[in-house]
C-alpha cells in the first residue's frame, strides 16, 4: 500500500517531524470489542507480531488515529507502550501498535504502570470508567464520592510527567455510559451522574496544578 509505505519511509528519515505518542488507559485505549484482547508485551527491539494474526480492524480509538494519517499526509506519528495486543494490521505496518492499555484496570491498578519507562513526546490518558463502573455495581446508589479516583488520575498525571520530563499529558474527560451489552439501562443514568461529577473534578484538579506542570 503506497499510503501505508510513505508512512513508514517518513517515520524512518530524519527530515520527517514524527512525534512518539504513548496511549495510556483501560480498555477504552486497548480497543475493547475490536480484538480477541490477547495481551503481547514488548520485550524488547525487533519483536514479532503477537502468535495470532493481527486483526483486520480495530484497535480502538488508537486505530482511527493510524487511519486520519494514512490518509492525511501531514500527520506523522508512531506509538509507544508495553505491550501490542489489540491493535490491527495497518497499526503493525505503521508502527502504532504500542500502548498501555489495560482493561478492566482501575485507576489504582494503574499507579505502578505510570511508573514504567517512557521517552513519548505525548501521553494519551483516559481513565476512571472502570473505577465508577465497579463502584456503581456496588453501591448501586450515587451516595458516594468521587474525589478519591480523580486524587489517583493525579497521581498518574504527576507519575507520568515525572518519569519521562519531555512528555505532555493530554487528559480525557471520560465517556458517558450507554445503556447496551455492559451496563443496563436502569443503572447508566446513576452512572452517568458520577462521571459528570468526576469530569468536572477533573477539570477542578487540572486548573489547580502548578503553572510548571500545568504547562505540560
Known sequence: NRQVSAIIDCQSSSTCDTLTIQPFGDSITFGIGFADNTYCPVYGPGQNPC????????????????LIMKNNKNIFFK?????????????????????????????????????MPSSADITLLHAGTNDIYQLAAAKLDTN???APIAD???TIVNNLLSTNPKTKVYVAKIIRFFPGEFVL??????????V????????QKWNALPPALKSR
Open 185 to 194: 439501562s436502569y443503572v447508566a443514568a446513576p452512572m452517568n451522574v458520577k
Open 51 to 66: 502468535p495470532k494474526t493481527p486483526v483486520a480492524w480495530g484497535g480502538g480509538y488508537r486505530g482511527w488515529m493510524t
Open 152 to 154: 489517583t488520575l493525579f
Open 79 to 115: 506509538t509507544q507502550g508495553h505491550q501490542n495486543g489489540g491493535s490491527n494490521l495497518l497499526q503493525w505496518q505503521a508502527s502504532t501498535q504500542s500502548h498501555d492499555g489495560y482493561p478492566g484496570y482501575r485507576t489504582d491498578q494503574m499507579t505502578g504502570k505510570s511508573k
Open 144 to 146: 458516594w464520592s468521587v
Open 196 to 203: 459528570d461529577q468526576y469530569n468536572h473534578l477533573i477539570e
